[in-house]
């Protein structure tokens, strides 16, 4: 078995903040994902990865940078924090080919203030 | 593109009684089908996926069957518990580019 760890577990910014969120997992999987979960929304596809320093925009890039410096590890950079903005960000990582399973971390929750 | 529509939450349900929760979709692909499971604090994980039309999927009682002719993937439970309690997505892979469309999901609370 494996795990995804994400850091930090609760991050709390200012308006217009750049931050930072990362991920690590030891699956040895190619690809890694950052969703975005708001409350009664369903996950939105910010950005993934297929290979190491690979990107690939999902449906919410706009305003998010993201880097996947080595196999294990993908970090998603907010590049300015939106007043009032609250959301959790859910990493996950999986075999290569859209039909294989998907694993989570537990998340990291933003607010912004 | 690709979407998946699932019944709006939450849903509330005594022990006992039997869970339904629609899930249709749309691909011009042939899709891979999922249900994940989202429980309090943690991520989602995977309850089962069916790959093939016509086939069922299942896990701890709960199963669906891919209907490719009514482009649907309905949630079903007998009996729920309270432990079933959670927020439950239903998803597809077009198998093409490396990426699942989810649902918004459906919260189920599921009481005593």
């Known amino acids: 078995g494996g795990i995804i760890t994400q850091t930090p577990k609760f991050l709390i910014g200012q308006e217009g903040q750049k931050l930072t969120l990362k991920c690590q997992q030891n699956?040895?999987?190619?690809?890694m994902y950052w969703y975005r979960q708001d409350s009664g929304k369903g996950l939105r596809l910010i950005y993934y990865?297929?290979?190491?320093?690979?990107?690939q925009k999902g449906d919410l890039s706009e305003g998010y940078d993201a880097s996947r410096e080595k196999k294990s590890s993908f970090s998603l950079t907010v590049t300015s924090a939106q007043k009032n903005e609250m959301a959790v960000f859910l990493c996950a990582s999986s075999i290569t080919g859209g039909d294989y399973e998907q694993y989570f971390g537990p998340g990291t929750r933003l607010t912004v203030l | 593109g690709d979407s998946v529509t699932q019944t709006e939450g939450p849903v509330t349900l005594s022990e006992g009684t039997s869970l339904t929760v629609n899930c249709s979709y749309e691909?011009?692909?042939?899709?891979?089908l999922f249900w994940y499971v989202q429980y309090p604090g943690e991520g989602p994980q995977l309850l089962f996926k069916?790959?093939?039309?016509?086939e069922k999927g299942s896990n701890r009682g709960f199963e669906a069957t891919y209907n490719k002719e009514a482009t649907s993937f309905h949630l079903q439970k007998a009996s729920v518990q309270e432990s079933d309690s959670a927020v439950y997505y239903c998803?597809?892979?077009?198998?093409?580019?490396?990426?699942?469309?989810f649902g918004d999901g459906t919260q189920l609370v599921v009481k005593p």
């Open positions: 990865s297929i290979t190491e320093n690979d990107l």
């Open positions: 699956f040895n999987h190619d690809t």
């Open positions: 998803a597809l892979s077009d198998n093409s580019n490396n990426r699942i469309f």
């Open positions: 691909t011009k692909q042939y899709p891979t």
């Open positions: 069916v790959p093939k039309a016509n």
